[in-house]
Nanobody, 116 residues
C-alpha cells in the first residue's frame, strides 16, 4: 500500500486546514488508519485514528474537539479536518495504514505551519 499525504501549508492561529491521504495498491477499506505528527525537535506522536470496521474514531487529548478524522473507502482516501489551529499544532503530519496501533504503511508527510 502506498500512501500520499497532502493539504499542508501555512495558516494563522485559529484557522483551518484539511489534510488528505490517498491510498493505492491495497485493499484500503480493510485497514485501520491513523494520523501522526512530528514537531521540530520532538518525537512523533499520535493524533487520530479510525477503525476500518464500524468507523470508530480516536483522538489525542490535545486535538479533541478541534480535529476530525474521516475516511472514504470508495475513494481510497482519508481526511483530517483541522480547525481552531494553534501554533503548537505545527508539525509534519503523516498518515498511516495497517492494524490499529501497529501501522505497517506510512505516507511521506505533509508540513503544517501555524503562525501566531
Amino acid at each position: 500500500v502506498q500512501l500520499q499525504a497532502s493539504g499542508g501549508g501555512l495558516v494563522q492561529a485559529g484557522g483551518s486546514l484539511r489534510l488528505s491521504c490517498a491510498a493505492s495498491g491495497g485493499t484500503f477499506r480493510r485497514y485501520d488508519m491513523g494520523w501522526f505528527r512530528q514537531a521540530p525537535g520532538k518525537e512523533r506522536e499520535f493524533v487520530a485514528a479510525i477503525r476500518w470496521t464500524g468507523g470508530s474514531t480516536y483522538y489525542a487529548d490535545s486535538v479533541k474537539g478541534r480535529l476530525i478524522m474521516s475516511r472514504d473507502n470508495a475513494k481510497n482516501a482519508m481526511y483530517l479536518q483541522m480547525n481552531s489551529l494553534k501554533p503548537e499544532d505545527t508539525a509534519v503530519y503523516y498518515c498511516a495504514a495497517g492494524k490499529f496501533g501497529a501501522y505497517t504503511y506510512w505516507g511521506q508527510g505533509t508540513l503544517v505551519t501555524v503562525s501566531s
